[in-house]
């Protein structure tokens, strides 16, 4: 893909949910990217516990 075309894309955070778009220094791992920063990355166990928590049945 070319750079210009990569620039454009978006892509929502796994954790805040929040668009972000690419970044030079995502140019070699862009199809990996699933964070927008370092403080979502460090906080996607949270997320994940979160998720897990609210798919248990309320009334056991």
Aim: hydrophobic share 25%.
């Amino acid at each position: 893909m070319k750079v210009d075309s990569l620039r454009q894309q978006t892509k929502l955070c796994a954790v805040c949910q929040r668009p972000f778009q690419w970044r030079k220094k995502w140019q070699q791992c862009w199809q990996q990217v699933r964070y927008c920063s370092e403080r979502c990355r460090r906080q996607r166990h949270l997320v994940a516990a979160t998720k897990e928590s609210s798919h248990r049945d309320p009334h056991r």
